[in-house]
């Protein structure tokens, strides 16, 4: 089985396709960002999962235990703003190796415990074993979602706005910083992106205020890059998305960097992953009601990226040329 051609989803789907017992009591499952599952007459229930493996999602050389723990539970709290909910609880996993310190762990759990006291979240729950490798931190998220405020990547519709929540690459960059260390780089470049690296910030906030008014249709997080993402929502809604390679947003930051080490930025916000941004569509006419509540209530621009068009493929457009994009991003299995 060669996992890097699987994917994430690919391999899940495969592993339980024969373990579901009661299909009728599930709404939603493999697919999207978290589970949704009944709750009471007024919301569902979200529950999602992230793996956190050292090497693979971060390098313990290169951050603090407190940045580890914090963007543990941040990639999950992620998860459920990309359904349009608010997490409600927590359970860690971790595996521990046999040469970590007490106070290193302390530190991981210090950076857990201040993102959940800033969403107003509990640690419920969770478990804690050896390691014979390397640390290992696996995060289990519950949220819930108003039944009219659930979005889910099959929801696009032809016509609509696609759009952004932030500037892309930023996180990409971080890390090329921090695996060239003789990249010589300004404070001021290297600061924002190593932190939007390091300690990533999830758009719980973002996804509230787009739900305060009618228009939005399929969401989705920027986890793997922002073409693998865009194509999610395009072929779980069966349609095709074209974006305008002069509407997605690059950081001062991103671009000086590129500049520096000869690199195209817009591959970083193409293909880097790990941004945590949302990326979405808005039925047209709503689209610029909810581009003024989202700068009025957050001070934040709502970024139009593209369209979402019939023919069911994902093109940038760029200049003059319409270029069909790659389905690659970050890959979890390298």
């Not at 690919?10 to 009944?38: H, K, M, W, Y």
Request: aromatic content about 8%; charged content about 20%; overall charge negative.
């Amino acid at each position: 089985m060669d996992l890097k051609n699987i994917g994430e989803f690919g391999l899940i789907s495969r592993l339980s396709e024969n373990c579901i017992i009661n299909n009728d009591q599930v709404f939603t499952g493999i697919g999207d960002d978290a589970a949704v599952l009944p709750l009471d007459t007024e919301n569902y229930l979200l529950a999602a999962c992230d793996m956190l493996v050292e090497k693979v999602h971060f390098l313990t050389e290169k951050s603090t235990p407190f940045q580890i723990g914090y963007k543990s539970i941040a990639v999950n709290f992620s998860d459920i703003a990309a359904m349009g909910g608010w997490p409600t609880g927590i359970l860690v996993s971790i595996g521990l190796p046999s040469s970590i310190s007490l106070n290193y762990i302390e530190e991981i759990y210090l950076g857990m415990k201040q993102i959940c006291h800033k969403y107003n979240v509990n640690i419920v729950g969770g478990d804690t074993v050896a390691s014979p490798g390397g640390l290992v931190i696996n995060v289990s998220v519950l949220g819930k979602v108003k039944k009219e405020h659930l979005h889910l990547r099959s929801q696009a519709q032809i016509g609509d706005v696609v759009f952004t929540t932030g500037t892309l690459g930023d996180s990409a960059a971080g890390l090329e910083i921090l695996k060239n260390v003789n990249i010589n780089v300004p404070y001021w470049i290297k600061a924002p992106l190593l932190n939007r690296h390091l300690c990533p910030e999830p758009c719980l906030k973002e996804s509230k205020i787009l739900n305060m008014k009618p228009g939005l249709n399929a969401l989705n997080d920027i986890s793997d890059g922002l073409a693998s993402d865009v194509w999610e929502i395009a072929t779980a809604s069966k349609l095709g998305i074209e974006l305008y390679a002069e509407n997605i947003p690059l950081s001062p930051e991103v671009k000086e960097l590129a500049k520096i080490i000869n690199r195209d930025p817009l591959d970083w916000a193409l293909y880097g992953g790990e941004d945590f941004e949302l990326v979405g569509t808005i039925c047209k006419k709503n689209f610029q009601e909810l581009r003024n509540l989202f700068k009025i209530n957050l001070n934040k621009e709502l970024i139009p990226i593209g369209t979402v068009v019939q023919k069911p493929e994902v093109y940038l457009m760029k200049d003059t040329e319409k270029i069909l994009l790659d389905k690659k991003g970050y890959n979890h299995f390298i």
